[in-house]
């Protein structure tokens, strides 16, 4: 499976954008991008996914390298509520779809 | 958006009785389901993929014959950890897909948390 690099912690102060990079140099054509946060004590969340193009979405935007080998997730204000784990997680196409959870980031929200 | 039901949230248990988890896609049908455990503080391990009425596939150094997973409706996914030991302990969390394609979103149960004594 091809991997992703992301920073284990970030801050943020409340109500300022927060940029959450990823790498993932060895990314395949069928790959797609996607994004999960986990909350304390719960399961994973869809934030938003993309395969080329940035994405918009009333959660969040991603903005993908041209040659896909990095991309950023924008919380465009973030707010308490967004403090979580973040992974950025690579999901081939048919026959390859399993997600294969990273180390992620954690983003810890300043009020 | 669709939701996954995922029950018990909380489960604690003596050593080697078997516990049950269920995995319920509400409003779609699921194709697909996997499973994941989570130790304190780690991320998510895979465990098995589920399709509908076939055998699961198990991730290598998963026990099939220690985690049961059965996938017999549409709607409907169950985890059976038998004879659970205390090292069995973790948050078991369920997803479940509608099709097939790395296009489509994965939805997550709540989770569970086992507690072996």
């Known amino acids: 499976d091809a991997k992703t690099t992301q920073p284990n912690s970030m801050e943020s102060n409340e109500e300022e954008p927060v940029h959450l990079p990823c790498n993932h140099s060895t990314i395949s054509g069928t790959d797609y991008i996607h994004w999960y946060r986990q909350l304390p004590s719960q399961g994973p969340e869809y934030v938003i996914h993309?395969?080329?193009s940035n994405v918009n979405n009333r959660m969040a935007s991603l903005a993908i390298a041209e040659d896909r080998k990095s991309s950023t997730l924008i919380l465009h204000r973030a707010t308490l509520r967004d403090a979580a784990v973040y992974y950025c997680i690579l999901r081939g196409d048919f026959g390859n779809e399993k997600l294969t959870f990273g180390t992620g980031t954690r983003l810890t929200i300043i009020p | 958006g669709a939701v996954v039901s995922q029950h018990p949230s909380r489960v604690i248990c003596k050593s080697g009785t078997s516990v049950k988890i269920e995995c319920r896609s509400l409003d779609f049908q699921a194709t697909t389901m996997f499973w994941y455990r989570q130790f304190p503080k780690q991320s998510l391990m895979l465990m098995a993929t589920?399709?509908?009425?076939?055998?699961?596939?198990?991730e290598q150094g998963v026990e099939k014959d220690k985690f049961l997973i059965n996938h017999a409706s549409l709607t409907l996914s169950t985890l059976t950890v038998t004879s659970a030991h205390p090292e069995d302990s973790s948050f078991y969390i369920c997803?479940?897909?509608?099709?097939?394609?790395?296009?489509?979103?994965?939805?997550f149960g709540s989770g569970t948390q086992l507690s072996v004594l």
């Open positions: 589920s399709n509908e009425g076939s055998k699961a596939t198990y």
């Open positions: 993309g395969l080329t």
């Open positions: 997803s479940a897909k509608t099709s097939r394609g790395g296009n489509e979103k994965l939805f």
